[in-house]
């Protein structure tokens, strides 16, 4: 890990999984989005990490979410610092899930 770097991951999330086998879908959507904003952030150290969080048909009211318990292992390990959505309720319907 290169000094001064601020590693990004992009979460992406779909409640249901409807059109998810197309080429280009909401989840592609979402992750273009969040991966430019990181883009334009270059100059204070922001870059995306290679390792993709998406959870395709899974409910914003649950925590039990695949990509997200590794997304949250990897920020427990250093490997990610900062968290990128598209929009907050793709990660959680609630922020009172954060508390404590």
């Known amino acids: 890990m290169k000094a001064g770097t601020k590693y990004c991951a992009i ?3 779909k409640s249901t999984d409807e059109r998810l086998e197309m080429e280009f879908n909401t989840l592609d959507a979402q992750r273009e989005s ?3 904003y990181i883009t334009s952030q270059k100059a204070e ?3 995306a990490v290679k390792k993709s969080y998406d959870d395709g048909g899974f409910s914003g009211g649950s925590m039990e979410r695949l990509a997200l318990a590794e997304l949250i292992e990897d920020i427990k390990r250093g490997k990610v610092h900062t ?3 598209y929009k907050i309720d793709r990660l959680t319907r609630s ?3 954060f508390r404590g």
Do not use: D, I, N, P
């Open 83 to 85: 968290v990128v959505v």
């Open 95 to 97: 922020l009172m899930t």
């Open 34 to 36: 969040c991966l430019a």
């Open 45 to 47: 150290g922001w870059t």
């Open 11 to 13: 979460y992406t999330r």
